[in-house]
Nanobody, 120 residues
Framework: QVQLVESGGGLVQTGGSLTLSCAAS????????MGWFRQAPGKQRELVAI???????TIADSVKGRFTISGDNAKNTVYLQMNSLKPEDTAVYSCNAAGVILPGRTFGSWGQGTQVTVSS
């Protein structure tokens, strides 16, 4: 099993910044891709950003130019830097990781989620 632990959520004013972190732990695993999703009340979960182990990233149009995803392969950790936050960014942000538990069993794991609230 691969466990994900998120941190960094909280309450911030419009225009503020937050950085989310997600660390993966377990034994004998390799992560291929990690990412952040969010779900606002009454809405479906949506992709925010993902990053592959090779550093390729994709960012949702709704946050492009404001959010940046980065990763530290050595630490199995992914970060989401969120700037210029808006009230519509308010949601539960969840980390996801997919990869392989050696020698060859694929896995997909979710973190517990962290609340981000942006006040107007």
């Amino acid at each position: 099993q691969v466990q994900l632990v998120e941190s960094g959520g909280g309450l911030v004013q419009t225009g503020g910044s937050l950085t989310l972190s997600c660390a993966a732990s377990g034994s004998n695993f390799r992560i291929n891709v990690m990412g952040w999703f969010r779900q606002a009340p009454g809405k479906q979960r949506e992709l925010v950003a993902i990053i592959t182990s090779g550093g390729w990233t994709t960012i949702a149009d709704s946050v492009k130019g404001r959010f940046t995803i980065s990763g530290d392969n050595a630490k199995n950790t992914v970060y989401l830097q969120m700037n210029s936050l808006k009230p519509e960014d308010t949601a539960v942000y969840s980390c996801n990781a997919a990869g392989v538990i050696l020698p060859g069993r694929t896995f997909g794991s979710w973190g517990q989620g962290t609340q981000v609230t942006v006040s107007s």
